[in-house]
C-alpha cells in the first residue's frame, strides 16, 4: 500500500476514534446535566445516589477532555491477522466492541515490549504520527519479516523504532513536561508495570525519564489497581513547586485526575512553610535523632509539680497532690493515646481524686447527681484549671516546635546529646516564619500530641444548634404557610436552607486531612528528603507501596540521601528493591559526557549512563576578562532568537548562583518581560540550580560554574545545572573552570 494510502486509512480510523470520543462526551455532559436538574430534594439514599452519580459522571468528563491530543498513537498488526490500536484510553463502540486499546491494558504491552528477537505475536508495530485530530506521519517497525508480505516490507516507512523516539526529545520545549506514553522504552515500561507491593526505587542519572516513568507508574496502577487505590488514592510528592506546576498536565494526559499532587512543605493541611534557613540548620531538623527530641519535648509537658498546691471550693481546702498527679499521669500514658487525647483521662482521674477529698469533708453520703455536680465546680476552678494544665499542658504542634527553638533551656532537655553547635543552629527569635525544614518535625509533633477533642466536640456542639435552629425555623415556615402536614417535611426544607455539603472527591478530601493514608506514594527528586522527611511520608502509607525515583548523584541538601539501601533500609527493611535507568534520552552526548566526567571527578556517585542522541555543537565555552553577567545576556538572546519559535515553542534558561541571578534578572528585565507576553509559558527563565532541579530547556546557559561549584552542595548543584539542555548548553566564565571542566577549553567545543 501506498504510502498516502496509509495515511489516508489511519486518518480514516482516528476519524472514528474521535468521532466516538465527541459523542462519549456530549453522552457523558448530558447524563451529568440531567441529574444536576433533578436538584437536592428527595430522601438522604436518593440524594446520596445522585451525589455518587454526579461525581461519576464528572470525573468521566475530565478524563474525556484531558485525552484529546494524540488520543490514538500506535498499532499492533499481530500474528492471527488482526489489528489492535493503542491509545491513552480504551474506547468501545455502541455494540461495546473494543476499538482503541489502553496504553496500561495487559493487551498493549507489546506495543512497548516486542522486539525483533523476541516478538510476542507483533508482526508490525506502528506509530502514529499526529497533530492535533490530524495523522502527519507513519513510523513502521517490522518484528516479523517473514510473517510480513513483500509489499508490507517495501512499504515500511522505516525499519527503527528510534524516530519517534529522537523526534519528541528534539521538539522544542513548552514551558510544560509532556508525557512519553507513545514512546515509552522497554526498560521504562519495565518499570511502569511493576508491582504494587513494596518499595521500588528508581536511580537514574540526569535525562533518564524518571520523572516520566514515575507519571506513568501512577496512572497505570491507578488502571491496574482501581478497586484498591480509588478510595484511599495516590500521592505525589515533588520538590517545588515550579516542578508541580512542570508536570501539572501529564495524568490528566493520561485518562487521571485523582492524584494529590505536593509538596513536603506543603503536605500538613493549614500550614505555610515558606521561611529560608542555613543548609546547616536544615541538615540538623532532618537528622531521624529528631523524632526522639520531639517525644521528650511531648513528654516533659507531662510532669509533677515540686510541692503540692492547696486550692478552696465553698471554703473547703482541697489539695492537688503531687502523688495524685503522678499516679494520673502513669494512668494516662497507660492509655498509649496521643498527649491531647490522654490528658482527658488525667484530667478525668484528678478531678475524681479532689472530688473524694471535698466530699470525704462533708460528713454524710453525697448521691451521685451531687458528686457529679462536685467535679463539675473543680473544673471550673480557676486554680485547679492553672494547676492541672501545668501538670499536663494542652498543646498545639506550633507551640510544641516553636517552644524548642526559641527556648534554649527546653531544646537542652528534650536533647542533651546534641552538640551545643547543633543546639545554637536551631535557636531563632519567637513569630519566625516556618521552613520546609519545620515541617517534618510538626508533623511528628501532631502525631504524639492528636487533637484536643474538646475542640471538636465544642464544634459539634455548635453544628447541633444550627440544625436546630434551621429546624426549628423550617417548622415556622411550614406552619405560617399552611403547609404543614404536606409532603414536604421541616427536615427537607432545613436541608435546603443549609448550604448543599461539596461532594469532594478522594484526592479533595485527602488532601485536606493530615492523618489521611494513601494506597500508594510517588516521590521524585527523593534524594533530597531528610530522614525526618521519610518518616513523614512512611507515615501516610502504611502498607509501604511506594515509587521512589532520583539520582543520589544529584542531592544537594545536606540532610538528603547519598544511599538509598543506608536511609531507606530502616523504613522499609526487605520490601525494598531498586531498578536502574541507563539510557539518556535528554541531554545531548557531548554535554552528558562533560557532566559525567565531571562529576565522577568531583566524586559524586554517577550511575553509568548511555546517551541516545548525537547533536553536533551542543557543548559550547566562553571565557571572557570580566564582564560574565554581559556575556551571558549576549548569549541568551542569541539562543532565543535560535531556540524559541514563532509559535512559542522552545525553552531558554540562564543557571547562576543565587546573588548572580539578581543581576541576571536586572540585566534581562526586558527580555523577561516579552518571554512572559509571548505566550502561557515563558520562554526564559533565570534560575538557580536548585531551582532547575527536575525541569528541562532547549538551552541552557551556564554562567561562573566556579561560583556553583564553590556553595554548600556545589558539586552536585553544578552536575544538575549542566545537564538541563536537551538541546545546547553554553558555559560562560571568567573565573578558571572547576576541576574536572578544565577539559572543555577556553572558546572551543569539547
Known amino acids: 500500500m501506498a504510502r498516502q494510502d496509509e495515511l489516508a486509512h489511519e486518518q480514516a480510523v482516528v476519524d472514528s476514534l474521535y468521532a466516538r470520543l465527541d459523542e462519549l462526551r456530549a453522552g457523558t455532559r448530558e447524563r451529568l446535566a440531567s441529574v444536576r436538574r433533578s436538584g437536592p430534594s428527595g430522601s438522604p439514599q436518593n440524594r446520596s445516589e445522585r451525589d455518587a452519580f454526579a461525581t461519576l459522571y464528572e470525573d468521566r468528563v475530565a478524563q474525556l477532555e484531558s485525552v484529546e491530543d494524540r488520543l490514538a498513537f ?147 496502577l491507578l488502571y491496574a489497581h482501581r478497586r484498591v487505590l480509588e478510595r484511599s488514592g495516590v500521592l505525589l510528592v515533588g520538590p517545588s513547586h515550579s516542578f508541580l506546576h512542570y508536570i501539572d498536565q501529564v495524568l490528566p494526559s493520561l485518562g487521571e485526575t485523582g492524584v494529590v499532587s505536593t509538596t513536603v512543605a506543603d503536605l500538613v493541611p493549614g500550614l505555610s512553610a515558606r521561611g529560608t534557613e542555613p543548609p546547616e540548620t536544615a541538615r540538623v531538623k532532618g537528622r531521624a535523632a529528631l523524632a526522639t527530641v520531639v517525644r521528650r519535648a511531648v513528654r516533659a509537658r507531662q510532669r509533677v509539680p515540686a510541692t503540692d498546691q492547696v486550692v478552696r471550693l465553698d471554703g473547703r481546702d482541697v489539695v492537688v497532690r503531687r502523688r495524685d498527679v503522678r499516679d494520673a499521669i502513669n494512668k494516662a500514658r497507660r ?17 475524681v481524686r479532689m472530688a473524694d477529698q471535698y466530699t470525704s469533708q462533708l460528713g454524710h453520703a453525697v448521691s451521685p447527681e451531687d458528686r457529679a455536680e462536685v467535679v463539675e465546680d473543680l473544673r471550673r476552678l480557676r486554680d485547679v484549671r492553672v494547676a492541672l494544665n501545668l ?23 528534650a536533647a542533651p546529646e546534641m552538640s551545643a553547635a547543633d543546639r545554637a543552629l536551631l535557636v531563632r527569635p519567637r513569630g519566625a516564619p ?28 455548635v453544628e447541633a444548634d444550627e440544625r436546630a435552629a434551621d429546624l426549628e425555623y423550617a417548622r415556622q415556615v411550614l406552619e405560617s404557610s399552611g403547609a404543614g402536614g404536606g409532603l414536604v417535611g421541616a427536615e427537607v426544607l432545613a436541608g435546603r436552607f443549609a448550604q448543599s455539603a461539596s461532594r469532594l472527591t478522594t484526592a479533595e478530601r485527602a488532601e485536606q486531612d493530615r492523618t489521611w493514608t494513601y494506597g500508594h506514594v510517588v516521590v521524585d527528586e527523593a534524594q533530597e528528603l531528610s530522614a525526618m522527611a521519610w518518616r513523614m511520608l512512611v507515615r501516610r502509607c502504611p502498607t509501604r507501596s511506594m515509587t ?41 552526548a557531548e554535554v552528558a559526557d562533560a557532566a559525567q566526567h565531571y562529576a565522577r571527578h568531583a566524586g559524586l556517585p554517577v550511575s553509568p549512563l548511555t546517551s541516545a542522541r548525537e547533536v553536533p555543537g551542543s557543548l559550547h565555552c566562553l571565557r571572557v576578562d570580566d564582564d560574565a553577567v554581559g556575556a551571558a ?48 509559558e515563558p520562554s526564559l527563565r533565570v534560575v538557580t540550580p536548585g531551582e532547575s532541579k527536575g525541569l528541562e530547556f532547549d538551552a541552557v546557559v551556564l554562567v561562573e560554574p566556579a561560583e556553583v561549584a564553590a556553595e554548600v552542595s556545589g558539586p ?31 572558546g572551543s567545543t569539547l
Do not use: C
Open 434 to 461: 516556618w521552613t520546609p525544614a519545620d515541617v517534618p518535625l510538626l508533623d511528628e509533633a501532631a502525631e504524639l500530641l492528636g487533637e484536643d477533642d474538646q475542640i471538636a466536640r465544642a464544634q459539634a456542639r
Open 74 to 220: 500506535g498499532r499492533l498488526d499481530l500474528d492471527d491477522g488482526t489489528t489492535r490500536y493503542v491509545g491513552r484510553i480504551g474506547l468501545t463502540d455502541t455494540e461495546h466492541v473494543s476499538i482503541l486499546t489502553d496504553w496500561r491494558a495487559p493487551a498493549a504491552q507489546s506495543f512497548y515490549r516486542a522486539t525483533s528477537a523476541s516478538p510476542d505475536g507483533v508482526r508490525r508495530r506502528r506509530h502514529l504520527v499526529t497533530r492535533r485530530r490530524q495523522v502527519t506521519g507513519l513510523e513502521d517497525e517490522l518484528l516479523d519479516l517473514e510473517a510480513l508480505g513483500e509489499e508490507d516490507v517495501a512499504g515500511a516507512t522505516t525499519l527503527s523504532g528510534e524516530g519517534a523516539l529522537l523526534a519528541a526529545m528534539a521538539a522544542g520545549r513548552t514551558g510544560r513536561m509532556g508525557d512519553i506514553v507513545a514512546t515509552i522504552q522497554a526498560e521504562q515500561d519495565t518499570i511502569i508495570r511493576a508491582p504494587l507491593a513494596g518499595a521500588l526505587v528508581v536511580q537514574g542519572g540526569p535525562g533518564t525519564g524518571k520523572t516520566a516513568v514515575a507519571l506513568h507508574r501512577a496512572a497505570y
Open 335 to 351: 492509655t498509649h493515646k496521643p498527649h491531647n487525647l490522654a490528658r482527658v483521662t488525667f484530667v478525668r482521674e484528678m478531678l
Open 633 to 680: 545576556v549576549l548569549q541568551v538572546r542569541a539562543a532565543l532568537g535560535e531556540f524559541v519559535g514563532s509559535d512559542g515553542a522552545g525553552q531558554v534558561a540562564v543557571v547562576a548562583t543565587a546573588g548572580t541571578v539578581s543581576l541576571l534578572r536586572e540585566a534581562l528585565r526586558d527580555d523577561l518581560a516579552a518571554a512572559s507576553r509571548a505566550g502561557d
Open 548 to 588: 521512589i525515583v532520583g539520582d543520589v548523584a544529584q542531592t544537594t541538601s545536606l540532610a538528603g540521601t547519598r544511599s538509598w539501601r543506608a536511609m531507606l533500609a530502616p523504613f522499609f527493611r526487605d520490601t525494598l528493591s531498586l531498578r536502574e535507568l541507563t539510557v539518556n534520552y535528554r541531554t545531548p
Open 391 to 413: 501538670a499536663w499542658m494542652p498543646l498545639t504542634p506550633e507551640r510544641l516546635v516553636e517552644d524548642l527553638f526559641v527556648k534554649p533551656h527546653r531544646l537542652a532537655e
Open 716 to 746: 552536585s548543584d553544578l552536575y544538575v545545572s549542566m545537564t538541563r539542555p536537551t538541546r545546547r548548553l553554553v558555559v560562560v566564565h571568567a573565573q578558571e573552570l572547576p576541576a574536572g571542566l578544565d577539559t572543555i577549553g577556553a
